[in-house]
Each structure stands twice: as C-alpha cells, then as structure tokens.
C-alpha cells in the first residue's frame, strides 16, 4: 500500500529555516515524481516544487525560488524526500503535503493521485 508521510512542520519566526521529509513507503520509489504541495487557511491548495524521479528535473513556485530546496534519497533503505526552507516568510505559512505522481510531476493537483497527510508550518512572530 502506497504511503506518504510527512513530518518536520514547526511554528518558527519570519526569517528562520525548517526542514520537512516525506517518507515514503509501499511503492517503487524512483519511478515516481514527487511534490510537495500548500494549502493556507482560506486559500486553495498549489503547488511548490517538484522532482522528477531521479532528481535531474526539479520546479519551484516564483514565490519560493531562491528560498527553498527540494531533494531525495533514492536509497532502498530510505525513500525520502526533502524541502529545505529558508528565509520563512508569514505567507508561508500554510499546511504542507507531499504527494506522488508516477512517472513525472504535475502541478495540477487532480492530476496527482497519492497524498500525504499534511504537516502545518506557522511562521508568525
């Protein structure tokens, strides 16, 4: 059974840096493109960045170019995903979810059929 799970959302001050994982379990984990996804209070979901299945093609929302980065491990021991976030804004404060698609990525959020179950991140002084 396909499995996604999310972890190292935190409350931290504008300017701070969080690093969340998504352990992925139940599926061949590199033929799959992975993205991690935001949906703030009142706002509808969208995508933040995506990487392909060996990691060579990698997205990023406008808003957080320069801030984030995405990565994986491909290792059979731990199929994981990264988003390294620096230089937290408040507008990003939202709930994060990862989210799996087979093969390459997608922005489209119905185009992407496996999903994690969220981690909230609050920026706020």
């Known amino acids: 059974q396909l499995q996604l799970v999310e972890s190292g959302g935190d409350r931290v001050q504008p300017g701070g840096s969080l690093r969340l994982s998504c352990a992925a379990t139940?599926?061949?984990?590199?033929?799959?493109?992975i993205g991690w996804f935001r949906q703030a209070p009142g706002k509808e979901r969208e995508g933040v960045s995506c990487?392909?299945?060996?990691?060579?093609?990698?997205?990023?929302l406008d808003s957080v170019k320069g801030r984030f980065t995405i990565s994986r491990d491909n290792t059979k021991t731990t199929s994981t995903v990264y988003l390294r976030m620096n230089s937290l804004r408040p507008e990003d404060t939202a709930v994060y979810y990862c989210?799996?698609?087979?093969?390459?990525?997608?922005?489209?959020?119905?185009?992407?059929?496996?999903w994690g179950q969220g981690t909230q991140v609050t920026v706020s002084s």
């Open positions: 990487i392909s299945r060996g990691g060579g093609n990698i997205t990023y």
């Open positions: 989210a799996a698609r087979r093969y390459y990525c997608s922005g489209k959020e119905s185009e992407v059929p496996y």
């Open positions: 139940g599926f061949t984990f590199e033929h799959y493109a």
